[in-house]
């Protein structure tokens, strides 16, 4: 899959899933929504039940700020099949800088408008971007 079609899907992508490391090296990884911009991934820790909000991947992007982001397709017909993983840097954003990101995931989900994110926003620093795709030009 060639780097625009990568992006294309990325953008395009309704739900990712974040790959973080704990202190002992062991992976994290939980379901994310988020806003793509440029080279910037945005997810928000918003108001749907949470066991404690002293939540995991804050603490292991505190501690290593390197993740993954993978968003994919799985069809029956693996002809249909693709992913995209976009590597890079995490950091908090201070809240006087989170609104504008804040801002992209309410536009880009509808459960946001009613419930806008008020917890810590993340931005993802984009570094590399890959993806494979059964079909080298993917049409859907």
Do not use: C
Not at 57 to 78: C, G, K, M
Not at 83 to 94: E, F, S
Not at 101 to 111: K, P, T
């Amino acid at each position: 899959m060639d780097a625009t079609a990568a992006r294309r899907r990325l953008a395009e992508a309704r739900v990712a899933r974040l790959a973080t490391v704990d202190l002992k090296g062991r992976p994290h990884v939980v379901p994310i929504t988020f806003a793509f911009d440029h080279d910037t991934i945005y997810f928000a820790v918003d108001q749907k039940p949470k066991r404690t909000t002293d939540l995991q991947r804050l603490r292991n992007i505190a501690a290593n700020p390197a993740v993954s982001v993978l968003v994919d397709r799985y069809d029956e017909d693996w002809n249909r099949l693709w992913w995209v993983r976009a590597d890079g840097t995490a950091k908090v954003l201070d809240q006087r800088d989170a609104p504008p990101a804040i801002d992209l995931l309410v536009d880009r989900y509808e459960q946001y408008r009613r419930a806008r994110p008020s917890g810590p926003v993340v931005a993802i620093s984009i570094e590399r971007i890959t993806g494979w795709s059964a079909v080298e030009n993917p049409g859907g």
